[in-house]
């Protein structure tokens, strides 16, 4: 049987210099490299859509992470979905489609204990697989245990998290959905398209009076991708038993803290008064809930009930682009490359 045929090269986005400032078109750069080799326990993938995060914007400052940083030189790395073209061991076939964590590059060598065969049937569109829903669907069922009647508070709710959450909240029976976000066309988006029944918007006043005026009885739940201000404010509209599920700390990227690190004072006395309970919530605490959000978001997306919002750009070179405008609040939902 012939060898498969593959280029001698490939390309990858890699950092040119750490910031901690604004990310320019100078921070990064598009370089040729030579391909992969795989050896057994390695499979080589050609990546065919990757995803980018605004957690990746930490990655590339000074501060200390609690993950690897991005490393100048090197390419950056984040989620991607990719074929299979060459696998001497380890359990896959050439065509294969699996998830694995490094994208950014045209090709990767990936071990194989690190790619996770994908489903070509499972949902409507294989780069749904790059939802962020998942994190939302674990936050909200198993941590916040969303009930029936419950007024849910959503932080970062045009986000690719925020923006399923919402949707799932309202599919286990919340009364009443509230989102905050950046910008009035995106607050339109969240109650027009995506369930929201109100929204409070960063830089339209405090964002506690908005909160106090969209939710007068309280909150029950809090799914909180941002920290900072908005989690201060959850507190004090938090009703008895309240349960908040944490999942990020965007106001870091917002200007607001340093790495990711969100400074915020909390008032103990209502912690303890209302017995509200925070708890932080990171999927790979637990990877079975993958394939349970899979086949709730593959079942929602086909009856309609579930909507991927997601922006998608074409070409390696515009995954700079793609983070710089996710950063900037250019995007809504998710934000894919297609390589």
Known sequence: MAAPVHPATHREVRL???????????????????????????????????????????????????????????????????????????????????RHDLGWREYALVDAARARRIDPDALPDPAAHLSQGVTAWGALVHHARVRPGDTVFVTGAAGGVGSIAGQIARRLGARRVIGSTGSARKAEYLVKELGYDEVVLRGAGPIGEQL???????????????????????????????????????????????????????DAGLIVSRRVSLRGFSVRDHPDLVQEWTEEFGRGLRDGTLIFAHSRLRGLDQAPQALRELIEGGHTGSVLVEL
């Open 16 to 98: 040119t210099e750490r910031t901690d400032g604004a990310l320019t078109p100078e921070h990064f750069t598009v370089a040729d490299a030579p391909l992969p080799v795989p050896v057994p326990g390695t499979v080589l993938v050609r990546n065919r859509v990757m995803a980018v995060t605004a957690a990746m914007r930490t990655m590339m400052g000074s501060a200390e992470l609690p993950m690897p940083s991005f490393v100048p030189g090197r390419a950056l790395w984040g989620a991607a979905i990719g074929e299979v073209v060459e696998a001497p061991g380890g359990g896959f076939a050439p065509g294969d489609l699996v």
């Open 212 to 266: 106090r005026r969209a939710a007068p009885n309280g909150i029950d739940v809090l799914l909180d991708t941002v920290a900072g201000e908005q989690l201060a404010a959850a507190l004090e509209s938090a009703r008895t038993g309240a349960r908040f599920a944490l999942v990020g700390a965007l106001s870091a990227q917002l200007g607001e803290g340093d790495g990711i690190v969100a400074p915020v004072e909390l």
